[in-house]
């Protein structure tokens, strides 16, 4: 997970902690204390960035969290798995959803890019079939 | 002896000043996690397989109770209708829920002390994703919290305007003591009310109905007090209601403790984390940042019923309920520069049996903020010619001595407006010290700027141009008095980038002058 660990987003996360924190939130909140608490021993900077600038925050927690995080998570262990990340979730459904022409030409687009291709079918649906947001995460918290 | 070594641990038990800090920032840190929480959640009621199925649980006779033809000779009967398609869909919900699980931890979302908090293990289990949530629900199984949720997503499955309703309950960040030992309190107290429910609109009352399908089982109009604030030192340890969020099926998310919080405004308010102006921004931009739709005219109607609440609460009947209240205040606590604006009245009485006083108690809103001239001119505000001062107050003279000093409201004065530099030379205008004030941005002559560096005053003699020192600020040191601060010139800005020129020049020769030293 150390590739993982050293792409740095918005508020200074690695990928593994922000997946790590938006899986607790979204799927087992009473999880949140100890979380919490080593995340604030780990990275001083957030207690400024929460203050200051809320608004960032929620936006990254909410990322992606509406749709199908499950999937995203469970799927092909992009993470890799150190702890947290890896630990999630049980096994889910094969992802099975139809797609249009235009969805086939916007996953053609994005594998295009060099993604791996199973990835961009669940970013981009994660991401409500929007095409440049499934491109701005790819980039932010996909790239090896 | 030992009660006095108790006395004495009990006294020292308060936490210090940096554990104070980082509770308030973990309370602020929880409370946006658990609202963000409440807003994903909601999302995950939107899912189209959860609408299309649990439709099938609703007969057609309560989908019509739920959806009830206005009546326009009495309108009450039409919301008679409604709250009688709701009690039914949750007695549906009730038959539907087959499995209600404890919580995995034993607390659930329920509120814990720092201790537990901070001896928390690290989740081992799985995390619920959503698609396991929406297996849940159309099976039946699950804690309480995901039962009300599901119960949202069965009303909206009906074309319902259902809420998902959250108390969050972060850790007390007024409670300061040292050790806080783990809250004991059993099961059953700890759940009586509930941490989710629904709300519904009721559009020919217009106002929203509550609805608890899983705990108290209830339905209810709220007036003045609402059945779901917990009530009992038992189910108040763990329940603390403070925060009280709603979401709708538009993704709208408003703040909404007014409606369940009996004594918002003197007693809940000390514990919201919005006691304070820059907690209660903050708080503003998190709820905005999770509101994603519109307003429309049901937030309008809302706003009105917690206006008619706000008044409907009432003057406090006892003092610590009344210090810090943001609609009252008694004459004693005015501050010394604060006074009752003229021809306010009272607007009640407090009554102190103990002491057999009664204290007359002032609109808060009546309050004036009273400065001094000189106050008002830091500001960057001048005394407008013939206002008159409303107070006056002793304070320490230039030589030491006690003087009376005259304070004016704000409406006694206006914007000071500098006399701009003379066209072409570049003349300011200086006090009797030689220098300018520029205390706020507008004490800028229109015509001018202000360059602050430490080199600005040697930059602009060497380019021979007009300036004024500028004095920015007052330095306080001990025992003396202010000394003023100039960190930088003022100059017409037709001379602002010679001036920025020099400066760089000037840096440019210390830095050499640096190097050769070094060498």
Known sequence: AAGAAGVPNQIGLTANDLDALRQVVSGNPEALGPLLENMCARYPQLRQQIMSNPEVFVSMLLQAVGDNLGNLMGGEGVEGDDGLAGAAGEPEPAFNVEMSEEDEQAIGRLCELGFERSLVIQVYFACDKNEEIAANMLFTDYQE | ???????????????????????????????????????????????????????????????????????????????????????????????????????????????????????????????????????????????????????????????????????????????????????????????????????????????????????????????????????????????????????????????????????????????????????????????????????????????????????????????????????????????????????????????????????????????????????????????????RYLKTVQRKGRDGEMEDERLYPREATELYVPHPATYPLGEIKKNTFGNIEVFVPSMIPANCCLIESPLAVRAAKAVGVQYAPAVTRFKFERGAKAKAVVSGVVVAHWFKDAVLAAIEALQDAEEDRERQELE
């Open chain 2, 1 to 387: 002896p030992k009660e006095v070594e108790e006395a004495k641990s009990a006294v020292r038990n308060v936490c210090c000043n940096d554990e104070k800090k980082h509770r308030r920032f973990m309370h602020m840190f929880q409370l946006l996690c658990l609202v963000s929480h409440g807003a994903v959640r909601n999302s995950w009621l939107n899912n189209s397989k959860l609408s299309r199925k649990l439709n099938r649980l609703v007969p057609d006779k309560v989908y019509e109770l739920l959806h009830p033809q206005k009546d326009s000779e009495m309108p009450l009967r039409s919301t008679r209708k409604l709250l009688d398609g709701l009690k039914q869909t949750m007695a549906l919900w009730q038959k539907h829920w087959k499995v209600t699980q404890r919580y995995a931890n034993g607390t659930g979302l329920y509120m814990q002390s720092w201790d537990e908090e901070k001896r928390g293990e690290p989740w081992k289990g799985n995390f619920l994703s959503k698609d396991s949530f929406v297996k849940q629900v159309l099976k039946g199984v699950g804690d309480r919290d995901v039962a009300a949720q599901g119960f949202v997503a069965l009303l909206r499955s009906c074309n319902v305007n259902a809420r998902l309703v959250m108390s969050p309950q972060p850790c007390d960040f007024t409670d300061l003591k040292e050790r806080c030992r783990p809250y004991d309190v059993p099961y059953d107290d700890m759940t009586k009310y509930p941490l989710f429910w629904c709300e519904v609109w009721d559009k020919f009352a217009k106002q929203w109905v509550t609805v608890d399908p899983v705990g108290l089982k209830l339905i209810e109009q709220v007036r003045h007090a609402s059945k779901l604030e917990p009530r009992g030192a038992a189910c108040c340890r763990r329940n603390m209601m403070r925060y009280v969020v709603a979401y709708d099926r538009q993704e709208g998310c408003r703040d909404i403790t007014r409606r369940y919080c009996q004594w918002l405004n003197a007693k809940v308010r000390r514990r919201r984390i919005t006691k304070d102006p820059q907690g209660q921004e903050w708080f503003g931009r998190v709820v905005g940042a999770l509101h994603r739709r519109k307003r429309t005219k049901i937030d309008d109607y809302e706003d009105e019923y917690f206006e008619v609440r706000n008044e409907d609460e009432g003057m406090p009947d006892n003092l610590s309920d009344i210090r810090n209240h943001p609609y009252y205040i008694l004459e004693r606590d005015l501050r010394v520069n604060q006074v009752l604006c003229p021809g306010s009245r009272e607007c009640g009485y407090l009554n102190l049996q103990k002491k057999g006083l009664q204290l007359k108690v002032y609109l808060r809103r009546d309050v004036v903020d009273l400065k001094s001239g000189r106050q008002w001119y830091s500001e960057g505000r001048v005394l407008k010619t013939g206002s």
